[in-house]
């Protein structure tokens, strides 16, 4: 089977945590408890979609998947609730100084679009590890990129101009409802 | 590890495919599916999560994982937008007469508590297999029962007099949303 772009990542944290590639990950999931915690927003990483093939049982109460495979996913990491509105966003590392297209997938894109157009809140966050520079770019905008390019990776100047950068504070490490607040409840 | 409860339904679904367990799981995803080609809603069953500690790399390409175990899931289920509405939900099949709460875990119920509180639609489908009934019942139903009893379990009556009963048809086999568009979207 084919490797999904950015699963490998996904069972890195569990096998090697804390390499390079999870920063954003963990900056992230870090930020969305600091978010639970503070009754602030409801926001979850969902599992690595995987399919099973064959469970062990060392016994009644145990079970052992003995053989798995990653699937592609079929929506974005990321959703949850924030002041009655749905989220939903991906987040993606590149070492890059521009993001390479091919680390989102087709049909995620047409779950952000799905998304919008039932009235939630979708967007990116995209990481430029070698700069540690991380931008929320907004779904609209993403897509805006997309009908009008065809290139294969939107250069870092188009998150720069329309996207919003993201400082990294010590908590919450990656503020990204602050933007949603000036975007879209500003003056409430 | 102890075996969560639930879980071993979710990875038979892949295993087994369409064992009688998985009934509701099936009609709620052709549901979904149901909603999501015709632009009603996008709602998605998370993957089952789990923890993987060993996998083997065939070739590059490819990933199999070789040791994994589940994990009690911190959320429930099913989550999406809805009308501009975000919807969250646990669905579980029991052959008793009664709903043994043992089938919900405590932070599934807090999820809940936390989605209703950020203005979440949050809420149970539950169906009693032996009487092929599925209710809907509401989070804050849910939630005043388990306030006002000590019982372990909550009985089918409570259902039929505070939930709402799922007529399952051709398609959509199971559709909830016609129970949150009376709920909430009536007059609209």
Not at 107 to 127: D, M, P, S, T, Y
């Amino acid at each position: 089977m084919k490797y999904p772009t950015g699963v490998k990542k996904n069972h890195q944290k569990e096998v090697y945590h804390g390499n390079r590639g999870m920063a954003l990950e963990d900056d992230i999931n870090t930020t969305n408890e600091y978010y639970l915690q503070n009754n602030i927003a409801v926001i979850h990483k969902k599992p690595t979609p995987i399919t099973i093939k064959k469970v062990d049982y060392p016994s009644r109460l145990e079970a052992v998947i003995r053989e798995a495979y990653f699937k592609i996913p079929s929506t974005t990491d990321y959703n949850g609730i924030y002041k009655g509105k749905y989220i939903d966003f991906e987040a993606k590392e590149t070492r890059h100084s521009y993001f390479p297209l091919a680390n989102i997938h087709k049909h995620q894109i047409e779950h952000l679009k799905k998304i919008i157009k039932h009235g939630g809140i979708g967007f990116i966050i995209v990481r430029f590890s070698a700069l540690s520079e991380t931008y929320y770019l907004g779904a609209n905008e993403l897509f805006t990129f997309l009908e009008n390019s065809t290139r294969k990776s939107i250069p870092k100047e188009y998150f720069s101009e329309y996207g919003h950068l993201l400082k990294e504070k010590y908590s919450p490490r990656l503020d990204y409802l602050a933007i949603i607040d000036k975007i879209y409840f500003e003056g409430e």
